[in-house]
């Protein structure tokens, strides 16, 4: 299994301008989160889904920033448009329905800076 | 929910010595614990983790400590090396829940 698989590795966009950042999940992992990651905030959880469904936001910061996940091995976060604050480090992770540390995989990650 | 918190933030060791790393949780429900390392420019990997009914763990030169009275555990690192200078998490969850509730990370510098 490749892993979780995130693109793009590194976006460099102007501000006001609509990201787009991806994930592939292990196949058979049923909950899928989104990260970001700052060195002021540490690792903030922004949203996660169960079976595709999003349980929980509330940590998106603004409602610039979406997330869709349409089918079980594909899910998208999207900022509209960008701002200089949200560059930063997006993790995607992905994991069984029973969580424990093995079966709980983070992506390689996608630096964004908006200029 | 679940607060996580995390202590020190940044850990500064000379090589060969010990570095430990507390967290305390408020959730008593919580009954998983893991820890994962993350080197710079890289993902977040797990290194050891602890289940609520055993009180201590260890993998070669990593141990975690749990104590479900207090709400707290640890990570040990004894013999320190250059390479296990990393940000280090902490995270608590219940094995059954939905997610996993992070500390807010300790950069642990080895001093050769």
């Known amino acids: 299994d490749a892993g979780v698989i995130q693109s793009p590795r590194h976006e460099v966009t102007e501000m006001g301008q609509e990201v787009t950042l991806r994930c592939k999940p292990i196949?058979?992992?049923?909950?899928l989160f989104w990260y970001r990651q700052t060195m002021m905030r540490g690792l903030e959880l922004l949203i996660y889904?169960?079976?595709?469904?999003?349980?929980?936001d509330s940590g998106m910061p603004e409602d610039r920033f979406s997330a869709k996940m349409p089918n079980a091995s594909f899910s998208t976060l999207k900022i509209q448009p960008s701002e200089p604050r949200d560059s930063a480090v997006y993790f995607c992770?992905?994991?069984?329905?029973?969580?424990?540390?093995?079966?709980?995989?983070f992506g390689s990650g996608t630096r964004l800076t908006v200029v | 929910g679940e607060n996580v918190e995390q202590h020190p933030s940044t850990l500064s060791v000379q090589e060969g010595d010990s570095a430990v790393i507390k967290c305390t949780y408020s959730?008593?429900?919580?009954?998983?614990f893991p820890w994962y390392k993350q080197e710079l420019g890289k993902r977040p990997q797990l290194i050891i983790d602890?289940?609520?009914?055993?009180g201590e763990k260890k993998d070669q030169r990593i141990a975690v400590t749990l104590n479900k009275t207090a709400k707290h555990f640890s990570l040990h690192i004894t013999e320190t090396q250059p390479e296990d200078s990393a940000v280090y998490f902490c995270?608590?969850?219940?094995?059954?829940?939905?997610?996993?509730?992070f500390g807010t990370g300790t950069s642990l510098t080895v001093i050769p």
């Open positions: 992770a992905s994991s069984f329905p029973i969580l424990t540390g093995p079966g709980y995989t």
């Open positions: 959730d008593s429900a919580s009954n998983y």
């Open positions: 196949s058979g992992h049923n909950s």
């Open positions: 995270a608590a969850s219940i094995v059954t829940g939905n997610q996993f509730y």
């Open positions: 602890i289940r609520s009914n055993v």
């Open positions: 889904f169960n079976n595709n469904v999003p349980i929980d």
